[in-house]
């Protein structure tokens, strides 16, 4: 808050200097006053003075204040609510370095940050490598020094901590398969994943990466390269990015493997197998691992292994996918960055619907203010939520949360609405006739005209204007075309439950009309596939997806596009509205135009509960029976479009839509 000078009975005159001296002279004299945070000059000869609110003040700061205001003129005062923090001190980002120690062990570690992540609990918590706890005997890790991290200091690199207190003890480890076995090349087990539970209370933990440009201020929350939005399998084709202690940031232009295995070794001898993907090209070094990899605002790993660039060859980085490593985690989740909802309008009328943006598929709380039942909504693929304005009239405020996962919450937005009354959309009634009168308004001519038209003005019709009424009712319109699919995210484990699965559900067709379902799999482990189905009586068409490759069920993690269009249109003649959609309909349009949505395959603890039950709760899907193949675990070690797509047609149980 910005504080007036009050006037005073004789105007200061003179002002005071804003040079280094002068003002290095005055917060000597500030020095020691409690409440005083901050002093210097705004660039265009005004001297600014950063205090806490006058109640937080002592009489002396009080008094130091007013006198330094009474003598110059070009003084201006900022309150703040707290005292100023070193951010440096209390936040966290991905890519930060830190050291691990054990009980009884000599020498301290080095590895680094990956992702800032939630514990079952919604508990803050680190995610990084497995390999760094040396098979459990490292407990503890300690964040250290970015201006002596090796991404800063180069050679002249020290292990100093930057906390006076450990940032805290690893929880889970795993490095190579279970109990940090061996593993095996192609065993979905194997991987390097490990979680640090974060005890520190002094710590902020973010959803950021560090581009490594403020180390020399120790402050590596200044210097973001990336804010993490998804988490993802890794994608061929896009750039890729490495942020650790040793290297810092480092860039490459795509993945060379996108899924696969590689033998990482932590000695000459002891070898470990690893899932994930590799970059050739991306540097990396010891002390990077456990580091974020990520591509754009999605994370996809962290730093497992890799080798130098040598004798002509590039640098090599293997990581592990987070895809496949968090669902040993039993329940760990990377922190998400979630953008505050915003409403689209200002103005709207009563009953009508007021939208809004916000993430993909992120659920919105809208609560008004002063009272009131929140309103919880979900945003379509697009970002696109609404909710019905009320019945009263006037200005109307509410706030509003995005939501994604059971612990990323945006920041709280507010916004007012206008509510005006509904426009009457009924036809205005037609003016009645007047009474007639005794003589015909237009008066007859005596003489007609010269020659009669040939052809009249118009012909008569044989038929009355108003048509005669008839016994068979009016034909209703068709209903509008929607799209509901349910669930839009599911467990892993489910979708590989013939009972279970997905169903995706077309309404509004014309009964007996033939209806074509395209799935378009985001990951490259299953191909696209296309399947047909028939609309029954009641205009409906249901089809049921699922998974057939329960034995390495990973492949199917992902995203689906879904694309549900009539094979032919001229069947059913289907008007359209601008009525909202029905309670739990994704997606809605037009005879012509196709109907699209998705839903996501995540690990097992990535479902929220209920989001995988039918709304029956009796576990029985209808479908016209759709199974994905997964690629099987003999295909090697790339998984990249390799999966084939078999389907079956079975037909509906009895009374199931």
């Known amino acids: 808050m910005l504080v007036t000078v009050p006037a005073s009975a004789t105007e200061p005159t003179k002002e005071a200097s804003t040079s280094v ?16 945070q ?15 609110p006058e109640s937080e003040l002592d009489d002396e700061g009080i008094e130091k204040i007013e006198a330094f205001k009474g003598e110059y003129s070009n003084v201006e005062v900022i309150e703040i609510a707290k005292p100023l923090q070193a951010y440096a001190k209390n936040q966290l980002v991905g890519g930060a370095g830190y050291a691990v120690t054990g009980q ?6 080095l590895c680094s940050v990956g992702f800032t992540a939630w514990d079952p609990n919604g508990d803050p918590a680190v995610i990084t490598a497995g390999h760094c706890t040396g098979d459990d005997s490292m407990t503890t890790a300690i964040r250290t020094l970015p201006s002596l991290d090796t991404a ?3 050679e002249e690199s020290q292990t100093g901590p930057l906390d006076s207190a450990p940032m805290g003890a690893f929880s889970f480890s795993q490095f190579g398969g279970p109990g940090h076995s061996a593993g095996a090349d192609k065993d979905p087990n194997s991987t390097d994943i490990a979680v640090v539970d974060v005890d520190n209370p002094d710590l902020e933990l973010l959803p950021q990466v560090t581009d490594w440009s403020t180390a020399g201020d120790d402050d590596l929350a200044a210097g973001i390269e990336t804010t993490i939005t998804a988490v993802g399998a890794p994608k061929a084709g896009a750039p890729v990015s490495k942020s650790g202690r040793t290297t810092g940031l480092t860039h490459d232009d795509d993945l060379d493997i996108v899924d ?19 970059a050739n090209g991306l540097e990396g070094a010891p002390g990077d691992s456990g580091g974020a990899i990520f591509q754009g605002s999605t994370a996809i790993g962290v730093v497992s292994g890799g080798t130098p660039a040598e004798g002509g060859n590039e640098s090599f980085l293997w990581g592990t996918s987070l895809v496949h490593a968090l669902p040993h985690t039993d329940g760990y989740t990377v922190a998400l960055f979630v953008e505050a909802p915003k409403v689209t309008t200002t103005e709207v009328e009563q009953g009508a619907r007021v939208p809004g943006t916000a993430p993909a598929g992120a659920e919105v709380t809208v609560t008004p203010v002063g009272g009131g039942e929140p309103i919880t909504v979900t945003a379509d693929d697009s970002g696109n939520w609404s909710f019905e304005a009320p019945q009263e009239l006037g200005e109307q405020e509410y706030t509003a949360v995005a939501r994604q996962g059971e612990y990323n919450v945006s920041d709280e937005a507010s916004f007012a609405i206008t509510v005006v009354e509904a426009s009457d959309d009924e036809p205005t009634p037609p003016t009645p006739e007047p009474d007639p009168t005794d003589d015909p308004a237009p008066t007859p001519t005596d003489d007609p005209s010269d020659e009669p038209t040939e052809d009249p003005s118009a012909t008569p019709t044989e038929d009355p204007t108003t048509p005669a009424p008839t016994d068979e009712p009016t034909e209703e319109a068709p209903a509008e075309r929607e799209l509901t699919i349910d669930p839009r995210r599911v467990s892993v484990s489910d979708f590989v439950n013939e009972d279970e699965g997905v169903n995706i559900t077309g309404t509004g067709y014309a009964p007996g009309q033939v209806v074509e379902l395209e799935v378009f799999p985001q990951n490259d482990s299953v191909n696209d596939f296309t399947l047909e189905g028939t609309a029954d009586e009641n205009g409906v068409v249901t089809f049921g997806v699922y998974g057939t490759n329960a034995a390495n069920a990973d492949v199917y993690l992902g995203t689906y596009e879904v694309r549900v269009a009539a094979a032919s249109d001229d069947d059913a003649a289907n008007a359209g509205s601008e009525a909202a959609p029905a309670a739990g309909a994704y997606a809605a349009g037009d005879a012509d135009e196709p109907l699209t949505g998705s839903f996501e395959v995540v690990a097992d603890e990535g479902a929220a509960p209920g989001e995988d039950e039918d709304e029956n709760g ?9 199974e994905l193949t997964g690629l099987g675990v003999g295909a090697g070690l790339l998984v990249v479009g390799a999966a084939a797509v078999y389907v079956t047609t079975r037909r509906t149980k009895k009374g199931q839509a």
């Open 260 to 278: 696969g295995w590689s033998r990482v070794g932590v000695s000459g001898t002891d070898y470990r197998w690893v899932r994930g993907f590799a």
């Open 104 to 109: 009884g062990v000599e020498d301290a570690g």
């Open 152 to 154: 800063h200091a180069g």
């Open 38 to 52: 901050a002093y210097g000059t705004d660039g265009e000869g005004n001297v600014v003075v950063v205090t806490l």
């Open 21 to 36: 001296k002068a003002m290095s002279k005055q917060v000597q004299e500030f020095d020691g006053v409690e409440g005083i």
């Open 618 to 626: 009796d576990g029985n899907l209808p479908r016209t029976g759709t």
